[in-house]
């Protein structure tokens, strides 16, 4: 199995983070800990890349969950973006797409970002 990574990007107080590999109930926990430093320095806008990912279970499908509710309460936001057809068919799956919004290029996600900033 391929190691799980995150690279980590802020853009205009976006975070961006990308992550490759495989995302599952060993390598989740890393995961969890970026989001729990994101949520503790108060960086609510989040972008998600999923290029390099090659597979996600459900348990790393939970850390999304843990942390969206905390994260919109304070007036951000997690888009997901770049999914290959294996990753958008496993959100799909579990409906993920009526929860989280998902865009075929980063810059589409970040562009989200500014447009509501502006309202």
Do not use: W
Request: include cysteine.
């Amino acid at each position: 199995m391929t190691d799980f990574k995150i690279d980590k990007v802020t853009n205009n107080g976006i975070e961006l983070l990308l992550l490759s590999g495989f995302l599952d109930a060993h390598t989740s926990p890393d995961l969890e800990e970026v989001f729990k430093n994101l949520v503790k320095e108060q960086k609510y806008k989040i972008v998600v890349n999923f290029k390099d990912l090659q597979y996600i279970s459900s348990a790393g499908l939970g850390v999304f969950m843990a942390f969206i509710e905390d994260i919109r309460n304070n007036a951000g936001d997690i888009k997901f973006c770049c999914m290959s057809p294996k990753i958008f068919n496993v959100f799909d799956l579990l409906g993920f797409p009526l929860l989280y919004q998902i865009y075929e290029t980063e810059a589409e996600a970040i562009e989200k970002f500014n447009v509501n900033q502006n309202n």
